[in-house]
């Protein structure tokens, strides 16, 4: 088993960022599975999202504990795994490398204005638009303490996989 067969990693940044098509290419080119992170919110935090409501940490809370869970199973396994999760805070990307210590990042960033064009042109999305300034207000980027890679999500997701398998 390859080292790559056995990588795992988290897309991460805001809604309409890439996370899950960037994250299905480099799941394929990785060989392993993706994981959509978005499936594994409540009813309830959909149903707040979707009235334009932010989540609290306490709703995010049971959400972060299912995706830790994966993670761990993962790495018991010895399998790799693509997993997108907005993991917008520090606190939130420590809870899911406890999981993990091998865990890596890529935050796929971009200036506001191509996010909001992205989530506007974005399809049958229970997140609106009116809920990005709320989630980049919230956004702890990467440190430097953190495994990962910072990504300009201008660049086309084929680009944007590359750089993470160069890594």
């Not at 606190?91 to 506001?112: C, I, K, V």
């Not at 660049?155 to 993470?164: A, K, S, Y």
Request: proline fraction near 5%; hydrophobic fraction near 40%.
């Amino acid at each position: 088993m390859s080292k790559s067969t056995q990588s795992r990693w988290i897309m991460m940044g805001v809604s309409g960022c890439g996370k899950s098509s960037v994250g299905l290419q480099l799941a394929g080119a990785l060989e392993v599975p993706f994981i959509e992170g978005d499936t594994y919110h409540s009813y309830a935090n959909v149903a707040k999202m979707t009235a334009g409501v932010p989540l609290t940490d306490a709703d995010r809370a049971d959400w972060l504990l299912a995706l830790h869970q994966q993670i761990r199973d993962a790495r018991l396994k010895r399998s790799g795994l693509v997993l997108s999760c907005s993991s917008l805070k520090r606190h939130y990307r420590d809870l899911l490398r406890s999981a993990d210590p091998e865990l890596r990042f890529a935050h796929l960033a971009g200036p506001r204005e191509l996010i909001a064009q992205r989530m506007a042109a974005r399809k049958d999305h229970y997140m609106p638009p009116t809920l990005l300034d709320s989630q980049l207000a919230t956004l702890e980027p990467l440190q430097d303490d953190e495994a990962g890679i910072v990504l300009d999500i201008a660049q086309p997701p084929q680009e944007l996989v590359r750089q993470i398998l160069r890594t």
